[in-house]
């Protein structure tokens, strides 16, 4: 039994990190497409369930889920594995990186999910982030191996010789330290939104942010790591704002849920995690300016969702319509009144 797993192990790893491209793409669009279909379904009783059947996810929008999930895996093992996006030195092992791909696919599905539901019922149900903070935790203790990068990494001690400073217990205990980056980046995760939703409460009196953006985070972190999650934190406002803009521009609405852009980070660092990382990596071993760059993060995020406050509590001046000679009833004295623009982004809440 363990040496046919081991064969099957051998093969696997020959398979995803050896070979042309096509090969690559061949193999795991089809699984994405297969995953996509299971995805889409669970996706389509979500949102019944949440709306108590009033909402349907239309054939179309269950098509575009399964295409997005092929795309989604074909580009994933091409970057990885043909653009080496993820391959750091001091990261994962590369003996390891087959796994590390279905795991990060694992990851995927459920932001497609999260993603799904959220833009149509504007929550993220835990029925998707809590087995996906499950299977976070459980599969990097479990297997080991399956972190982008070390829970400690040190490169203000690095050695000409030997790299960065890394603690002697994560080379001695993988599967211990594998539980240690998922529960760091889990913790992390959900800390920083969860402080980032408290601070938009303080300075605009609302919930800017949900309790589903919240563990969404969590899970986020629990596969990724503490590092990761808040380059994923960092991007997401960014991939927001283009979303934002080309919504009102194009369909003209102005209330749009934050988790589908959280998902959107996520992704875009599984694909450009070396870039990230390597002009950034010495503020990871220095607390004191880590922490320096999370004050500076929320405190950019409280002044950000001020200057929205202000936007939001300047009168709008509608005018009404000229009465016609034929109605034969004279003009208003005044042609304006003050409408207040009271428009807020729905949060992603948490579902049950």
Known sequence: MIDAFLQFNDLLFKFVTRGPMWRHVAAFLPLGLAVGFLVARWSARMVVRESQGERHIPRWARTTVILVMGALYAIVVVAVMDGRCQWITEGGSIDWGHWRLLYHYTL???LVAATTVDFDQY???DEITGPGVLIGIIAAAGVSNMQMMQVWVDWNQAHPITGPYIP???????????????VAG????AGITWLARAVSEWVLGIEAMGLGD???MAMIGSFLGWQPV?????LAPACGLVAAISSRLLWGKRALPYGPYLSAAAVLVLLTWRWLWTPTREIFGHWPTLLGLISGMIASLALLLGLLR?????PVELRTPEPTPES??????????????DTTAPTSESGH
């Open 230 to 234: 808040l380059f994923v934190f960092l």
């Open 186 to 189: 889990m913790v992390t995760g």
């Open 123 to 125: 929550l993220i149900p």
């Open 108 to 110: 995927i599905a459920f």
């Open 214 to 216: 919240v563990t969404l």
């Open 328 to 341: 034969g009833n004279a003009p208003e004295h005044n042609s304006t009144t003050q409408a207040e623009s």
């Open 168 to 182: 002697q217990w994560i080379k001695d205990h993988p599967h211990l330290h594998g539980l240690a980056f998922s």
């Open 310 to 314: 202000i936007y939001r509590s300047i």
